[in-house]
């Protein structure tokens, strides 16, 4: 079996996502739900590479004509649910450092209230 120059592009860097995502496993960098989620992935556009017409099958049974606009339509929503999940956790953060700010204010406030009244 010849495989294209783009097939292996793909094997070689899913495999190489594949070994990211497991050192950052190992060093708990992500949490195993969100690895067992881009090990999924990694491996998928893995099989897709060495064998292209399992989208084809894959479209046909949910009535979409071809398996690359399968893969489009799929990559679109996933990439706006990460999105969606980023904008989230930034939000989360941005309300995190307002909190944050707020009580080293009133603290360096109430510290230098004691300093002015020991004058």
Known sequence: MMFSAIQLLII????????????????RSIPMTWA???????VGAGVVALLPQTT?????????????D??????????FYLI?????????MQQDMTKLVRAISMKD???????DSSE
């Open 12 to 27: 070689l860097f899913a495999l190489f996502a594949v070994t990211r995502v497991v050192i950052k496993v190992r060093s």
């Open 84 to 92: 969606f999940r980023l904008v989230v956790k930034v939000e989360s």
């Open 109 to 115: 406030l109430d510290n230098k209230k004691g300093e």
């Open 70 to 79: 399968l893969l489009v339509y799929l990559s679109v929503m996933v990439l």
């Open 36 to 42: 067992t989620l881009w090990i999924i992935i990694w």
């Open 56 to 68: 084809d099958l894959l479209a046909a049974r949910v009535g979409i004509g071809r398996g690359a």
